[in-house]
């Protein structure tokens, strides 16, 4: 264990909404320029503090250096992507149906956002939540994960130590406990989540009565379609090397089944096996490791249950498969490649959330996509091909809210990023990510007044 938090109790959060709440009316009314000058400066603290948070991230998450100081370059941009979007606009002007009249559509905050985030990105989630969310004049309330507290606190601590008191709140403690209180709190009107699609159907069951704006990222079970003209070598590079193993598989948009033409397979198959059986794994912060450890017991547990499952139901291991023998220390699991799965298996239908890669042969393009499309969850899809007909048949009939192109799981935070399906509801990044976190109000303007023809006696 690196350190211990203090596990914070619903009086803790009671305290921060409060808090919040107080801090809103104020914070509503400062100026968007002074609102993108604070964003600005807690990007400009970040970059400051950049290598010591990277550590700090890689000792506490797990995944390979190079991997967190990723996540906080896109962190510290969406500050500043924010920080400018944010005062570009607070609504409309709109034609006026009659003379005299002025119609304003406005975009006014909602008040005390409750944002919680999981542990596999911390930092990135909640800055893809917070910078917006203040940005539009918000509070905020934040419920770190449990496993990985400690960049948050830093972050808050550090970063948003120029904020006025009370507008950036942070409670640690256990999702049960702390999260259900902020996310049941009456006066918190929209919870901003990511998470298990699970947790997130128990806050939409909790949240029932209440109204609350509720914005859901969940889990996924991305595909990815290797096409009939697709460069061997690259596709596998692309599948291998980034989309299924990045965070040792540990992200919502992992590619968790693979779709190869029926006459590749077999070339691609061994080829997969011998790329990924050439991975170096090791702790985070040494500079040969290529995968690093999952975050626990429980995640590593569930993924050996898939494996399992699949080689029951016929499935074959070419690569991986199991705990690595000489690594004792911290939760690692060997990076693993299956064939001969099928749609049956629990490894091609629930989220295993792990280094694993099962690859599955098909025969047509229309069979791909209807195995592509074959499942409960909606974040992302990948492809890879240089036919323009099969990507547009790609992205128009993949249900699933980006889709990827040979440049598999990249970012742009001025896009939106979020699911379909059971994988949730909203968008984050983009002009989308901003509007989530307004509410519109229409004012309807007669300036000189006087009695109209439509009013009594008629
Ligand atoms: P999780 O749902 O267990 O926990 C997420 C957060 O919710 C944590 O902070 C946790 O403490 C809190 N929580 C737990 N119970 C709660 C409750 N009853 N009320 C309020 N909050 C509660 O998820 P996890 O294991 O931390 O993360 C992995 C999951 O997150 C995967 O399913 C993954 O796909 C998903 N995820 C989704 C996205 C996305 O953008 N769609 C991104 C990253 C991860």
């Not at 298990?196 to 009565?209: F, N, P």
Request: aromatic share 8%; proline share 7%.
């Amino acid at each position: 264990m690196l350190d211990t938090v203090s596990a914070g109790t619903p009086a803790d959060i009671e305290r921060a909404v409060a808090a919040a709440g107080r801090a809103f009316p104020l914070w509503r009314q400062v100026s968007a320029v002074e609102r993108a000058h604070l964003l600005h400066g807690a990007a400009a603290r970040m970059r400051e503090h950049f290598d010591e948070l990277a550590r700090l991230l890689t000792l506490e998450e797990g995944k390979p250096l190079p991997e967190n100081e990723e996540e906080l370059d896109w962190s510290l941009n969406t500050l500043d992507y924010y920080a400018e979007l944010g005062r570009h606009t607070r609504g409309r002007v709109l034609p006026s149906p009659a003379p005299g009249q002025l119609s304003l559509v406005l975009k006014e905050p909602y008040g005390v956002v409750g944002c919680i985030v999981p542990w596999n990105y911390p930092i990135l989630l909640l800055i893809w939540k917070l910078a917006p969310a203040l940005a539009a004049g918000n509070t905020v309330v934040i419920k770190p994960p449990s496993l990985t507290p400690l960049t948050i606190l830093w972050l808050v601590e550090v970063a948003f130590s120029d904020f006025p008191p009370g507008v950036v709140n942070v409670v640690t403690g256990r999702g049960s406990e702390v999260g259900d209180a902020l996310v049941t709190h009456p006066d918190v009107p929209v919870i901003a989540f990511t998470g298990s699609t699970a947790v997130g159907l128990h806050i939409s069951r909790s949240t029932a009565g209440q109204m609350k704006k509720l914005h859901l990222e969940l889990g996924g079970k991305d595909p990815f379609v290797i096409a009939d003209d697709a460069p061997l070598d690259e596709a596998l590079e692309a599948a291998v090397a980034y989309a299924a193993l990045i965070n040792a598989g540990q992200v919502c948009t992992s590619t968790e089944r693979v779709y190869v033409p029926r006459a590749m397979y077999a070339r691609f198959s061994e080829a997969l096996a011998e790329r990924v059986g050439r991975l170096r794994l090791g702790p985070g912060l040494e500079p040969t490791t290529d995968m690093g450890p999952m975050i626990g017991d429980s995640g590593r547990d569930l993924v050996a249950e898939h494996v399992a499952d699949a080689v029951a139901r016929g499935a074959r291991v070419l690569a991986g498969g199991r705990r690595p023998p000489h690594l004792e220390r911290g939760f690692f699991y060997e990076p693993t490649v299956l064939v001969d799965v099928d749609h049956s298996m629990r490894i091609m239908r629930e989220e295993t959330f792990g280094p694993t890669i099962p690859l599955m042969p098909y025969d047509t393009f229309d069979e791909a996509i209807g195995l592509a499309n074959d499942t409960e969850y909606g974040l992302g899809a990948c492809l890879y091909t240089h036919d323009a007909r099969k990507v547009r048949r790609f992205y128009e009939e993949v249900r699933a809210g980006t889709i990827w192109i040979n440049d598999p799981l990249t970012d742009n935070y001025a896009g939106p990023f979020g699911g379909m399906k059971m994988s949730g509801m909203g968008r984050e990044l983009g002009e989308e990510g901003l509007e989530e976190f307004w509410q519109t109000k229409h004012v309807h303007w007669d300036i000189e007044g006087g009695s109209k023809n439509f009013w009594y006696p008629y």
